[in-house]
């Protein structure tokens, strides 16, 4: 199943690949067209001006006129180009995914951890080699925290999560609606400096700075109509065509010194206008998709509703274009001179503001909400995923078929199905034998399934729990905590939460391993009694043996599972499946010897 879904996004990636060689091809035609439109555009105009060749104006203005529809043009083609190149890097990314080289990815979402996020740096939900950096497809500065936030907090209400399901289920069957998201989503981390959300809500929020003034208003129209009229009068031979540059200047000037007047308004397009595209193909994938789910469902409706998002984007996306004439100083002043540019852009920009500012606000946090669904949705994209079930009655459990871990390539994933229930659970084992990966197999399927996101295994059913671990214990030589104690801090969290009586899931790899084998089996085995309870199903790894026959307060018995190791041909090898009873066997020596430390 996993390899249709690999050549699924192979395909598609070798045809961005051919699109990108022809729209590359037409990018060096319309260059070296415009160039020529441009050259024949001055030369008309200098003779017509210098050896009194006025049939040539009418040409000129035309090849003049070429040229700027040539610059569109061009800036469109550049325009697919830069999606295309987005494209093909989101399904290399896809494809990488496939062949376990995820970790390449640049972003991990480490800045997001702090020093309290102990489950996440645990079962590897954020940082390197973590959950977030394979899923991740959030490029917008709110997307990507909204899936950090989510990751570190999996716990959503009864109703959310029913939304979430199905939507990230409906999501998980559109790929190219994902792909193409997505790579619009690239071309705007791309050009991050230039993008400035906040800035764009704040000048939507404040009401300053939202029109030109009565006298810039009577100057947008009155000094191009002194340009057109000197013109019109050069033609007939009233004035001469000395004239035409004079009022040019005249306006240049005007331009140059009142810039501030439509700056200001214009503060909100520049905000955005390098991203004004990538926002509005997001928005336009939106709208053109059938959506069944009600959470995708009102997010299509917010963008389609007349007079909304998608129909003010429009607008605003053809106005960031035309400012974006500004990037191009020689058509910019050539404008500013001739129809005052700026004034009659911060013209459209305020009664753009006026129409659709209030609604067109909400835009980034829809679009951040859409990527971090997308990003659950991943996880089926390039995983077999089977089903969650929530129980509902007060028992609390966890019982699975065919669990893997996510995070581990398929091929060299190994299923397990366990049942675990309130009360305590001893994991015995050899070294490597697979413990520790099976303690975050069980947390990351939750935090998965808590989410609403597919879950790896074939089916999933488990209370609502809150998640607790003691896993990546470190020592804090600042603050003068040995890892000891920090791992006593763990635990203790642990025992004031079970007070408050919520349900809870508590995984704690090598209880103790930090001190002495005597201090650390009376102290475990206190611990553990103090998590134990219907209430919490305390999962404990360990290769002390005595805490086998260890019992809850209540007097119930400690159930044991155990991995274990088997030697081929002297060979040492794991199968890495979790069996009942207790571990027999050790293997310290072998690994030893293995290592040329041991005869």
């Known amino acids: 199943m996993n390899e249709d879904k690999l050549k699924y996004f192979v395909k598609m990636n070798q045809e961005?690949?051919?699109?990108?060689?022809?729209?590359?091809?037409?990018?060096?035609?319309?260059?070296?067209?415009?160039?020529?439109?441009?050259?024949?555009?001055?030369a008309c105009t200098a003779f017509a001006v210098s050896d009194k060749l006025y049939f040539l104006i009418a040409p000129g203005i035309l090849f003049f006129a070429v040229?700027?529809?040539?610059?569109?043009?061009?800036?469109?083609?550049?325009?697919?180009?830069?999606?295309?190149?987005?494209?093909?890097q989101v399904t290399e990314r896809y494809i990488l995914r496939f062949r376990d080289k995820w970790r390449e990815f640049s972003d991990s979402g480490e800045e997001f951890l702090t020093s309290g996020d102990t489950v996440a740096q645990d079962i590897d939900l954020l940082g390197r080699g973590s959950l977030y950096q394979m899923i991740n497809v959030c490029h917008t500065a709110r997307g990507r925290k909204l899936l950090a936030d989510r990751l570190k907090a999996p716990y959503v209400g009864e109703a959310e999560l029913e939304q979430r399901t199905k939507a990230i289920a409906e999501l998980s069957d559109k790929r190219e609606f994902a792909v193409e998201f997505e790579a619009a989503g690239e071309r705007l981390a791309k050009k991050k400096a230039k993008v400035n959300e906040d800035e764009f809500e704040k000048r939507l929020k404040s009401g300053d700075g939202a029109k030109l003034p009565a006298w810039a208003q009577a100057a947008r129209f009155l000094l191009p109509l002194c340009f057109l009229t000197s013109v019109v009068l050069s033609i007939c031979g009233v004035v001469s065509y000395a004239a035409i540059l004079v009022v040019f200047f005249v306006l240049l000037s005007f331009s140059w010194l009142t810039a501030g007047v439509?700056?200001?308004?214009?503060?909100?397009?520049?905000?955005?206008?390098?991203?004004?595209?990538?926002?509005?193909?997001?928005?336009?994938?939106?709208?053109?998709q059938d959506f069944e789910s009600a959470l995708m469902r009102a997010y299509k409706e917010r963008v389609i509703e007349p007079g909304g998002i998608s129909e003010g984007f429009k607008r605003l996306s053809a106005i960031a274009q035309a400012f974006n004439v500004s990037f191009n100083p020689v058509v910019h002043q050539l404008?500013?001179?001739?129809?005052?540019?700026?004034?009659?852009?911060?013209?459209?920009?305020?009664k753009w503001r006026e129409t659709y500012g209030e609604k067109c606000g909400g835009i980034f946090d829809l679009i951040a909400e859409t990527e971090e669904l997308l990003s659950f949705a991943v996880v089926s994209m390039v995983r077999d995923t089977g089903i969650f079930e929530m129980k509902k009655d007060s028992d609390i459990a966890f019982c699975c078929e065919e669990m893997v871990h996510p995070l581990i390539a398929p091929e060299q994933a190994v299923a397990n199905s366990v049942g675990l229930s309130g009360g305590i659970t001893i994991i015995t084992g050899s070294n490597m034998s697979g413990k520790t990966t099976f303690l975050?197999?069980?947390?990351?399927?939750?935090?998965?399934?808590?989410?609403?996101?597919?879950?790896?295994?074939?089916?999933?059913?488990?209370?609502?729990?809150?998640?607790?671990?003691?896993?990546?214990?470190?020592?804090?030589?600042?603050?003068?905590?040995?890892?000891?104690?920090?791992?006593?801090?763990?635990?203790?969290?642990?025992?004031?939460a079970k007070k408050e009586g919520i349900p809870m899931l508590c995984l704690i790899d090598e209880i103790f391993k930090g001190t002495n084998s005597a201090d650390r089996i009376v102290g475990a085995q206190s611990a553990i009694r103090k998590l134990a309870g219907k209430d919490c199903i305390t999962v404990v790894s360990t290769h002390d043996f005595e805490l086998c026959t260890l019992t809850a307060a209540d007097g119930t018995p400690a159930v044991n599972k155990h991995f274990e190791e088997h030697y081929e041909n002297d060979e040492l090898k794991f199968d890495y499946?979790?069996?009942?009873?207790?571990?027999?066997?050790?293997?310290?020596?072998?690994?030893?010897k293995m290592a040329g430390l041991a005869d």
């Open 335 to 350: 404008l500013s001179g001739t129809v005052l540019w700026d004034y009659q852009l911060a013209t459209a920009a305020s």
């Open 16 to 42: 961005i690949k051919h699109e990108l060689r022809r729209l590359e091809k037409r990018s060096r035609d319309i260059s070296a067209f415009r160039g020529l439109a441009f050259v024949l555009s001055l």
């Open 67 to 88: 040229f700027i529809w040539l610059v569109k043009v061009h800036a469109d083609c550049f325009e697919a180009i830069e999606l295309n190149e987005s494209r093909e």
């Open 577 to 592: 499946k979790i069996k009942e009873g207790r571990c027999t066997t050790t293997n310290a020596r072998a690994i030893l």
């Open 262 to 288: 439509s700056d200001d308004i214009l503060a909100p397009v520049r905000s955005i206008s390098s991203g004004a595209q990538s926002y509005l193909a997001m928005l336009s994938w939106l709208e053109e």
């Open 440 to 496: 975050r197999t069980v947390a990351v399927n939750l935090v998965l399934a808590y989410l609403g996101a597919p879950v790896t295994a074939k089916r999933i059913t488990a209370s609502r729990m809150k998640i607790f671990t003691s896993m990546r214990i470190r020592d804090d030589v600042l603050h003068g905590i040995s890892t000891f104690y920090a791992e006593i801090l763990r635990i203790k969290q642990m025992a004031e």
